[in-house]
Each structure stands twice: as C-alpha cells, then as structure tokens.
C-alpha cells in the first residue's frame, strides 16, 4: 500500500524535493517555479533551521538530520547521469544534465529554452470529444471556453477552446491587450470579431500578460484551425495560479462540463432557431445561422459576458 502511494500518476511530475530522494513522495504542483512555492520556501526554511540548531554550541542531540541538505544540495551530490536539468524533469528535452548547480536565472540554456518556449506551443498528446467539442488533455478550462495551459517557470498560455472558436465561427480579428497588462480571472480580458460582430472574453487567471501571439493577429483564422495548439492567444504571468486552477475544470470535470455545454447550446437552437437538434446537427450549422443579435445573445450565454 505504501509503495503504490509513490507512483506517480500520468501527466504529473515530482517535486524536486522527491526527484532529489530528499522526501519520499511529492508532486509538483507548481509548474517548477519554485521561487513562487510555498512547499519549497517551507523546506528551505525547515533546512536552514535544523543546519541553524545543529551548529549551535547546545545543540539538541535529537534534532533529526532527515532534512539537513536542500534539494540542490542532494542533486549535486548525484552521479551526473542523475543530475537531471529541469527541463529534462518535466519532459520538454530528453536529455540535459544540469552544469549549473540549479541556478537557473543564470544559466544560458535555461535562458534559451525560455524564449524557444514563448514562442513555439507544446503539442497536445492527447484529444478527446464530447458533444462533437474536441477538449485537449493535460489543460484546464474555463466557463467562458477559455483554456489555460501551466508550462515550465510557472506561465500560463491561454487560448480559446474548440466550443468557443466553433460558436464564434471564422474570426476576422483578435484585439488583446498591450503586454504588461493585469488579467483578471473571470472578468473581460480581450475581445473578437466576425464580421461586424463583437464579443468579449473572460481572462481564466490572474496575472501579467507577457507574451502575445503575433501571428494570431495577423492570421485569426489560425483560432479557428488549430485552437490548442498555434492558435493560442497570449502567456500570462499568474499571481494566483493555485487558487485560479480551482476555479477551473479539468480531466473529467472538463469532459462533463463540455458535455452539459452541448447539451444547453442544442435546446438554445432548438428554441431559438428552430432546428431540429437531431444528433445530424453540427455546431458549424448553427454558427452559419447566428448572425446579428442571435449572435450576440448565444455568445454572451456561453461565454459568460
């Protein structure tokens, strides 16, 4: 029983602290970033503390010693085949060992990687469907059809998920903010068009726009073509990502979301439009139909605006 508490379930990571055999079992839940973790101040502290009470001339004999080295220390102590670099931990490289002593603001690859990471999207391994809506795996959803994708360092790329892009229909242009601007989880963070029509957006997170998708402004159809991968909006840097990631859903709860989704938007079009939601019935029908103020009141419903 206590053996199968250590496996670590899929699309999880350990924590540095456990990559290092430091602690027996933890999982990251902080995308890496540990200058942003509370598990990780706490353990530094604790480190520092022991190291402080064992140096000490009256120092209590049964002070315990599991904690006495940080989890750098325990990684450098490591044959070099084991001195895994972060990237190589959280699978963005197959191979990389660490030559920095885990001082990542100083290192060049690290610096490499992160500008290569803003601009190039991590691929979806995995797709599911419901209702026809196709919801990529390993990210999280928000109510208003936004998704939020934690990455390496602790941003979070943001983008519109399949029932968003197919109930707007083609976009004619995206207007995000400048970067630098504070986001807002649930509240207007950017807005489409098509055509004539406008609609807003909710923001998933809290946090700093860093980055933007320059290509999606010059090519907004990509939203449309490829809405979990190279259509993706902007980065955020957040500043309450464990709170917001609450507030979303994820694995099942994103797949029986998107299922009740389906659900409400058909009978909205069998009352409204008068179609008959057979199960023949795809959502591209339904967005040739929504023009105008039927447009309008379907996305303010579904996008939560």
Not at 33 to 62: F, G, L, N, W
Not at 211 to 237: C, K, M, R, T
Not at 238 to 251: A, E, F, I, Q, S
Not at 263 to 272: G, K, Q, T
Request: negative net charge; glycine residues 8%.
């Amino acid at each position: 029983m206590a053996e199968s508490m250590k496996i670590v379930p899929p699309g999880k990571k350990k924590c540095v602290w456990m990559e290092a055999s430091v602690v027996s079992y933890k999982l990251c839940d902080n995308n890496y970033d540990c200058s942003t973790c509370a598990y990780d101040h706490a353990m530094q502290t604790k480190v520092a503390r022991q190291k402080k009470a064992a140096a000490s001339p009256v120092a209590i004999e049964a002070t315990p010693d599991k904690f006495t080295e940080t989890w750098v220390e325990k990684m450098m102590m490591l044959p070099a085949p084991r001195r895994k670099c972060r990237y190589m931990i959280t699978g963005e490289v197959d191979s990389k060992i660490c030559a920095n002593a885990y001082e990542c603001g100083n290192c060049s690859f690290d610096q490499m990687m992160q500008e290569r990471m803003e601009a190039e999207v991590l691929p979806v391994h995995g797709r599911t469907y419901e209702k026809g809506f196709e919801l990529a795996e390993d990210i999280y959803y928000h109510e208003g059809h936004v998704w939020a994708r934690p990455e390496y360092g602790g941003r979070v790329r943001v983008g519109l998920d399949d029932f968003a892009q197919k109930l707007l229909g083609k976009l004619s242009k995206v207007e995000l903010p400048d970067i630098g601007h504070e986001m807002k989880q649930g509240e207007p963070g950017f807005q489409i068009r098509r055509n004539g029509d406008m609609a807003q957006v909710l923001s998933p997170i809290d946090g700093i726009l860093t980055h933007v998708n320059d290509q999606l402004l010059d090519h907004p159809g990509i939203a449309n073509e490829s809405p979990y991968e190279n259509g993706w909006l902007f980065i955020i840097e957040p500043v309450k990502l464990r709170k917001n990631l609450k507030g979303l859903y994820y694995g099942e709860d994103a797949r029986k979301f998107m299922n009740e989704e389906g659900e409400r938007l058909f009978s909205m079009v069998n009352d409204d439009l008068r179609i008959a939601a057979d199960g023949g019935l795809s959502v591209e029908d339904i967005s040739e139909e929504l023009k105008g103020e039927k447009w309008s009141k379907f996305v303010k419903a579904f996008l939560r605006t």
